[in-house]
């Protein structure tokens, strides 16, 4: 692998922009804490994992490399850092600092973040080659990488085959990936391209978009990022939705049976519950996000998505993905907890906000179709989003499978559908639309794929008053229930070409 380089632009900026209070206003952590006070979850119990390309080259071998933060600094006062990679790090980097303290400092949004995992980017890719994926170290639950990755030197087969080994890991241990888009056009396939990831971009746009071309696996133009955050650099954007991410593994993992129907025991991971699983917490960051924004931490907003020339075939923005990272949003996701589709023995109408895990869906042995009740009392604005994974084979051969799903909107009362999301590429389908009062819907998942099959899927949701035009989405209300408001390959030489964001 060549080395990887970080995404930051200005590491003075990194780290000081952070120290400013209001940007938990515009991703809804104060509305968060608001509701929850002392309650409010802290990632308390997610160990992760912190991946820094070095911010010296390889060609200076007494410096070489230089990955880790600056661990003496009085907020990361408490917390345990491990260095498993094979080379240490020579001495601190800035860049490494800044996220760190964007992903889990004491005066983060995420501050009971208290085990982690510090690698130097190489050595952490090098670390996922094996003929079966290995567990995370600790039973690391979700990594941040601030860092990008392109092919300069490196043949497609050897970034394809790291492409693999990522979406491999997430499938198989629920090890959730949130890695930053390039700040710019660029011809960076690691990490964004891959399907299983979490892509972050920035509120202001200016950053890559869509996949880069890799191999007949891994085509271009696919949707990325998945959402975007209020920052400058996507070095700064991709820790806010790490951490937020590690509150809804804690929200999920702590509410086990009162949110989850279901969960699973996994080799040094333990039990994962439905509600806190890579597939849920994805879509619950999509379908949470606002597509509309009124930032106090900057001048970039979003003020016109999914306009013309911006509207993807997985029903996205082509520059904001699902919209600004809304912690409140997402939040209300989890806690809604998990509902059943009518063909799994649900029914319901649909809470104002949740989620369904469906572990066997597509046809062989199971339903082709799920549905889910909705009736529109007054004038709503629906969010939802579809996620599932991108399979590949625990074993040498990396064999890869996609099957395709759709995700629909039918009016029941008028008898037709009223929105679509359809892609042929993307292993997300989301829909953003206003719903009529005193109409009744079926929100659907589809099997697009011809052949019969059995996968998993996560479907996250919200719905909120429409108070004017019917897009873009309003302000988040708190629409909590009584209920809800109670729960308190073979090894390769070289090194990968990339560049930290």
Request: aromatic share 8%; hydrophobic share 40%; charged share 15%.
């Amino acid at each position: 692998m060549k080395a990887t380089k970080w995404l930051g632009l200005g590491i003075a900026g990194l780290s000081c922009g952070m120290a400013q209070a209001d940007y938990r206003d515009d991703i809804g952590y104060r509305q968060l804490q608001q509701l929850l006070g002392s309650g409010v979850p802290t990632g308390a119990g997610v160990n992760v994992v912190l991946a820094e390309a070095s911010t010296v080259t390889e060609s200076d071998t007494l410096r070489y490399p230089r990955y880790a933060p600056d661990t003496g600094q009085s907020r990361f006062a408490g917390k345990t850092f491990s260095y498993p990679g094979p080379q240490a790090s020579t001495g601190i980097s800035d860049h490494a600092t800044g996220v760190a303290a964007a992903f889990f400092a004491n005066d983060s949004i995420a501050p009971g973040i208290a085990n982690i995992a510090v690698y130097n980017a190489d050595d952490w890719l090098s670390g996922l080659v094996a003929a079966a994926a290995e567990a995370p170290v600790a039973g690391s639950r979700i990594a941040n990488h601030s860092w990008i990755g392109g092919a300069d030197s490196e043949t497609a087969a050897d970034i394809g085959a790291y492409l693999r080994l990522v979406d491999r890991v997430v499938q198989r241990y629920e090890f959730i990936q949130v890695v930053g888009m390039d700040n710019g056009p660029s011809n960076s396939p690691l990490l964004g391209s891959a399907y299983n990831t979490i892509a972050v971009g920035r509120s202001d746009g200016g950053h890559d978009r869509g996949s880069d071309p890799v191999d007949s696996v891994y085509g271009a133009g696919r949707s990325r990022p998945d959402l975007v955050a209020p920052r400058t650099t996507t070095s700064g954007a991709t820790p806010l939705v790490a951490a937020a991410a590690a509150l809804l593994v804690e929200t999920g993992h702590s509410g086990a049976g009162q949110l989850s129907k279901a969960g699973q025991a996994i080799a040094g991971i333990g039990q994962v519950y439905n509600a806190e699983r890579a597939e849920t917490v994805k879509a619950a960051l999509m379908a949470g996000a606002r597509r509309e924004t009124d930032n106090t931490a900057g001048s970039a907003n979003i003020a016109d998505y999914r306009s013309a020339g911006h509207q993807t075939a997985n029903g996205l923005d082509d520059r904001f993905g699902a919209g600004q990272l809304d912690v409140f949003g997402s939040y209300r996701i989890i806690a809604g907890g998990e509902q059943d589709s009518v063909e799994d023995g649900g029914g319901a109408v649909l809470a104002e906000a949740g989620f369904d895990f469906d572990q066997a869906f597509g046809g062989l042995g199971s339903n082709r179709t799920a549905s889910y009740r909705i009736s529109a009392l007054s004038d709503l604005q629906l969010a939802a989003s579809l996620v599932w994974n991108f399979g590949v084979s625990d074993d040498s051969s990396l064999a890869t499978v996609f099957y395709d799903l759709d995700l629909e909107l039918f009016d029941t009362t008028l008898q037709r559908t009223v929105g679509l999301s359809n892609s042929r590429a993307d292993n997300s389908e989301n829909l953003w639309l206003a719903l009529r009062g005193g109409h009744d819907y079926q929100l659907r998942v589809v099997a697009a794929t011809s052949a019969d099959f059995v996968w998993d899927y996560a479907l996250a949701w919200r719905m909120e008053p429409l108070t004017a035009a019917p897009v873009p989405l309003p302000a988040s209300a708190l629409l909590f229930s009584a209920a809800l408001l109670g729960f308190a390959v073979s090894a390769r030489g070289g090194r990968l070409g990339a560049c930290r964001v």
